[in-house]
């Protein structure tokens, strides 16, 4: 079954409402189905996740047409198929990944000195140790290291298989210490990354669309046995169309908790999946492993404009304006959002984390929310200038 393809005898809705989700219609799109039998490229499958042994894939991936077959399978599988598959010894030499795990391990310590202590979207504050912007953290600090441990032609193919080319790779470094608990089961980024209310505002070709713009994966930085709390998953759950609206719900959430499944990794393996899988970092019951992984957020080409705009500046210019027309009245509410719609950024990414934290919910506050609050607080221009300006200084790098 494909996600985008409407259920046999299921109505077609162009909006979806979290209250209309169906347990039992989720429970369905999980049916495995004979999608097993159609891999020919992965070594085994656990739990129906494909397993893929990278050394069996060098003389694959440079073959033009074997390649192309493979990434046909890996496409499948993350999209039809169980949505997640593990690729073995990514990295057979280690030697990359421990020299990234010591810069890693300096900048938590360095942040931790600092005062600083990263939030987790779906766990609590401090509970990890988190680094945001891991990517050009990493680049900037040790660019030998970033060069080694990025030279993986099993990367790249994976991504291209998902997204196509010139995809753009951010990261952030996950470490979950002993007692660690577990991330609540959700979807990610981008409509899983907004509010109930929010995401029901987008029409359902949407929710169709977003799996199609990120491939999330993580690479594993120490040994992962299942006590360490290896990501929890729940195989074919990306199939379920309503799925960003329904993972809040706590049936649905209980109904993950007594499904999923987990895989242990080692060391140089990787893990990659639709982001509209149902997932969450589980518990670190061990008392010793400090379980390091690196997520990689993959995103398509296709998710930037054409232009660059000085959005920025255009705001501090219509803010007078459209202050002026709302006290006196003449311009209506509903105007003035059309106006700054036009105008304001109205998406809270990419941002940095570090200085833009998620405000109470999921992501930082928009250009366009700062705009829309200035007009209805009746803010002087300098008061806004100075505000757009601080948040435009926040997002930066």
Same mark, same amino acid.
């Given at each position: 079954?494909?996600?985008?393809?409407?259920?046999?005898?299921?109505?077609?809705?162009?909006?979806?409402?979290?209250?209309?989700?169906?347990?039992?219609?989720?429970?369905?799109?999980?049916?495995?189905?004979?999608?097993?039998?159609?891999?020919? *490229?992965?070594?085994?499958?656990?739990?129906?996740?494909?397993?893929?042994?990278?050394?069996?894939?060098?003389?694959?991936?440079?073959?033009?047409?074997?390649?192309?077959?493979?990434?046909?399978?890996?496409?499948?599988?993350?999209?039809?198929?169980?949505?997640?598959?593990?690729?073995?010894?990514?990295?057979?030499?280690?030697?990359?990944?421990?020299?990234?795990?010591?810069? *890693?391990?300096?900048?938590?310590?360095?942040?931790?000195?600092?005062?600083?202590?990263?939030?987790?979207?779906?766990?609590?504050?401090?509970?990890?140790?988190?680094?945001?912007?891991?990517?050009?953290?990493?680049?900037?600090?040790?660019?030998?290291? *970033?060069?080694?441990?990025?030279?993986?032609?099993?990367?790249?193919?994976?991504?291209?298989?998902?997204?196509?080319?010139?995809?753009?790779?951010?990261?952030?470094?996950?470490?979950?210490?002993?007692?660690?608990?577990?991330?609540?089961?959700?979807?990610?980024?981008?409509?899983?990354?907004?509010?109930?209310?929010?995401?029901?505002?987008?029409?359902?070709?949407?929710?169709?669309?977003?799996?199609?713009?990120?491939?999330?994966?993580?690479?594993?930085?120490?040994?992962?046995?299942?006590?360490?709390?290896?990501?929890?998953?729940?195989?074919?759950?990306?199939?379920?169309?309503?799925?960003?609206?329904?993972?809040?719900?706590?049936?649905?959430?209980?109904?993950?908790?007594?499904?999923?499944?987990?895989?242990?990794?080692?060391?140089?393996?990787?893990?990659? *999946?639709?982001?509209?899988?149902?997932?969450?970092?589980?518990?670190?019951?061990?008392?010793?492993?400090?379980?390091?992984?690196?997520?990689?957020?993959?995103?398509?080409?296709?998710?930037?404009?054409?232009?660059?705009?000085?959005?920025?500046?255009?705001?501090?210019?219509?803010?007078?304006?459209?202050?002026?027309?709302?006290?006196?009245?003449?311009?209506?509410?509903?105007?003035?959002?059309?106006?700054?719609?036009?105008?304001?950024?109205?998406?809270?990414?990419?941002?940095?984390?570090?200085?833009?934290?998620?405000?109470?919910?999921?992501?930082?506050?928009?250009?366009?929310?700062?705009?829309?609050?200035?007009?209805?607080?009746?803010?002087?221009?300098?008061?806004?200038?100075?505000?757009?300006?601080?948040?435009?200084?926040?997002?930066?790098?």
């Amino acid at each position: 079954m494909n996600a985008n393809e409407p259920r046999s005898g299921a109505r077609i809705r162009t909006w979806y409402r979290e209250q209309d989700c169906s347990l039992r219609e989720f429970v369905a799109a999980l049916d495995p189905g004979a999608d097993d039998d159609a891999l020919r *490229f992965a070594t085994n499958t656990v739990d129906h996740v494909p397993v893929y042994d990278c050394r069996e894939l060098g003389a694959v991936l440079e073959d033009a047409s074997r390649r192309a077959d493979l990434q046909a399978e890996w496409a499948n599988v993350l999209n039809a198929g169980a949505g997640v598959l593990v690729l073995k010894r990514v990295y057979a030499d280690k030697t990359p990944v421990d020299a990234a795990t010591a810069v *890693f391990e300096s900048i938590i310590r360095e942040e931790h000195e600092a005062g600083s202590a990263a939030a987790d979207h779906f766990a609590k504050a401090g509970a990890n140790d988190r680094i945001w912007n891991a990517q050009e953290k990493l680049c900037l600090r040790a660019p030998s290291v *970033f060069a080694s441990y990025f030279a993986s032609p099993v990367l790249v193919a994976v991504a291209e298989a998902w997204l196509g080319p010139h995809f753009q790779v951010t990261s952030q470094v996950n470490v979950v210490r002993p007692g660690g608990q577990a991330q609540q089961a959700h979807r990610d980024y981008h409509l899983g990354f907004q509010t109930v209310a929010q995401a029901e505002r987008y029409p359902a070709h949407v929710h169709a669309m977003s799996p199609f713009l990120t491939l999330q994966g993580a690479i594993a930085h120490s040994d992962m046995p299942v006590e360490s709390g290896p990501t929890k998953l729940l195989p074919f759950s990306q199939r379920y169309a309503e799925g960003y609206l329904a993972w809040r719900r706590q049936d649905f959430r209980d109904y993950f908790e007594t499904h999923y499944v987990q895989l242990p990794l080692e060391k140089g393996d990787a893990l990659f *999946f639709n982001p509209a899988l149902f997932h969450a970092a589980g518990e670190n019951r061990t008392a010793s492993v400090h379980r390091m992984a690196n997520l990689l957020q993959i995103s398509s080409a296709y998710g930037r404009a054409m232009e660059s705009l000085n959005r920025t500046k255009m705001c501090e210019v219509l803010h007078p304006v459209l202050l002026d027309r709302m006290q006196t009245k003449s311009i209506t509410h509903e105007g003035a959002d059309a106006v700054i719609a036009s105008s304001a950024e109205g998406y809270p990414f990419p941002t940095n984390l570090d200085k833009d934290p998620p405000q109470g919910g999921l992501a930082p506050e928009s250009q366009q929310g700062l705009f829309r609050r200035a007009l209805a607080e009746s803010w002087s221009a300098d008061s806004f200038v100075a505000a757009v300006r601080k948040q435009a200084g926040r997002r930066e790098a």
